[in-house]
């Protein structure tokens, strides 16, 4: 069984570090609207630090997301994986830190 990608959904994902030359496990969340996957589909790492900037959005409702840890969105890295480097489905993001996301999305795009 194929499984469905859509927007807000968290993943833990393989991602390509180039600064390291390296792979690591990381959630993201899938940004791209669902017309929009074919091959490769187009993510926002997550991570559990800090903010950095006005782009980087808490996800608030984390636990609910299947997170582990208060995480934050890092829209300001935005870009597309295959969808082979998706390894399991782990939740999907509440409405309001979806369309949050999405906001800065916009406003940086």
């Known amino acids: 069984m194929n499984p469905i990608y859509s927007q807000g959904d968290v993943w833990l994902a393989k991602v390509y570090f180039k600064m390291q030359e390296l792979f690591k496990h990381r959630p993201i969340v899938i940004v791209g609207r669902d017309i929009t996957i074919d091959i490769d589909i187009i993510i926002s790492p997550i991570t559990?630090?800090?903010?950095?900037?006005?782009?980087?959005?808490?996800?608030?409702?984390?636990?609910?997301?299947?997170?582990?840890?208060?995480?934050?969105?890092?829209?300001t890295k935005i870009h597309a994986v295959p969808r082979s480097s998706l390894?399991?489905?782990?939740?999907?993001?509440?409405?309001?830190?979806?369309?949050?996301?999405?906001?800065?999305?916009?406003?940086?795009f």
């Open 48 to 75: 559990s630090s800090e903010p950095r900037n006005e782009f980087d959005v808490i996800i608030h409702y984390w636990k609910e997301a299947g997170l582990r840890h208060l995480s934050v969105a890092r829209t």
């Open 87 to 108: 390894i399991k489905r782990i939740g999907s993001l509440h409405e309001y830190d979806l369309q949050r996301i999405l906001q800065k999305c916009r406003t940086l």
